[in-house]
């Protein structure tokens, strides 16, 4: 492994991203976003990303300089076209109205389009929790995944994030993939060499396998049988048809066989708590706190807190990458 500052694995994001010919926008946003995974260990979401950002790039499947486009649909309603960038720009774009809309009306939704999304979605979460207001956000993929109690792929890895500001420390957040593990995280173990547990994933005769590759090529599974696979199809309603979006099938339609990113949407939606409870807001965000006590007081722990842990050991420590991906992200700026 190769321990390296977070400015440094800051530094050479921006120097490759710059080398490839990213606008500054892009450059800089994306370097924020995949810093942030590696600096929380979050590394199917790190730095490893920017790998398949540059191979996006080299397939023609993303614009290296799109400007987005803000639309004010409604009193409550934002949309963002990003016009085939990254979906960082387009999300720090809409980010102000979302929050000013929030507040304002108490609930408001963004929806960003042609966009392609290679992130994890807890960056932007952080940044309604921030705000003070309650988050949802969520998006399809490629179609990667099979329907509980089908064997073809049909729906993408489709993650649900949530966020919950809090008075005195960090937001309760959660953020996973509607199927039983992002898809970053069986190509790292792919990657690694390493079998992955059973329930991950099915070849392509529709067994179960602990082969990796085996499961990339086959089906991936859903998250809880049923329950994950209706996740699965409501996040392709809400992040395709609801916001004239594509679906997972049609993103990896559009894909070509370029491996590519998934091209498509992302639902926002956030609420203001004050807004929402008026003069009662003290008393009532106070029973939250008694409820994540509750979690804690019992030996849980709270989705994020190894994240916030993972985040202030790295700001002291730095963080560790693997050597081979480390010589990969180095000839990228050959
Ligand atoms: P996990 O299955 O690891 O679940 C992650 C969430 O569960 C985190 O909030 C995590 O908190 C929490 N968690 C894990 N273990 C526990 C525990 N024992 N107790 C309480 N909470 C726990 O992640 P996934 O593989 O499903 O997803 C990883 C990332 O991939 C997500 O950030 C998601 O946004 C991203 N993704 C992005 C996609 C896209 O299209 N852009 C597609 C699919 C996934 P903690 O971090 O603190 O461990
Ligand atoms: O890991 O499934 C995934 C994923 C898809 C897009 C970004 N991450």
Known sequence: MIRM??????????????????????????ADTLVAGERDECASHGIWRLLGCIATLKAGKVSADAEPELHDVAPGLVRVDARGGFSQCAFRLGLPHLVEKARSQG????????????SALWVEIEALTDAGLVALATTPSHAWVAPAGGHKPIFGTNPIAFGWP????????????????????????????????????????????????????????????????ALAAM????????????TSAESLAYDGGSGSSPYGGELLVAIDPR??????????????????EGIVGQGARLPSQRRFEARARSARDGVAIPEALHRELLALLE
Do not use: Y
Not at 192 to 209: H, M, N, S, Y
Not at 275 to 292: D, K, N, Y
């Open 275 to 292: 807004r929402m409870l008026g003069a009662s807001a003290q008393e009532h965000l106070a029973r939250a706190e008694t409820l994540f």
């Open 107 to 118: 609930i408001a939704a963004m929806a960003v389009n042609r966009c392609v999304h290679f």
């Open 235 to 246: 996040v392709e309603l809400l992040a395709g048809p609801l916001i004239g979006d594509l």
């Open 166 to 229: 809090r008075p005195d420390g960090p937001p309760f957040v959660f953020d996973f993939a509607t199927s039983a593990v992002a898809r970053g995280e069986i190509q790292l173990h792919e990657r690694a060499g390493k079998p992955i547990p059973l329930g991950w994933g099915v070849d392509e005769q529709g067994q179960p396998t602990t082969d990796a590759s085996a499961a990339l090529r086959g089906a991936m599974l859903t998250f809880g049988g049923h329950k994950g696979s």
């Open 5 to 30: 500052t977070l400015d440094e694995v800051r530094e050479l994001a921006v120097r490759i991203l710059r080398r490839h010919g990213f606008g500054e926008a892009h450059v800089q946003a994306m």
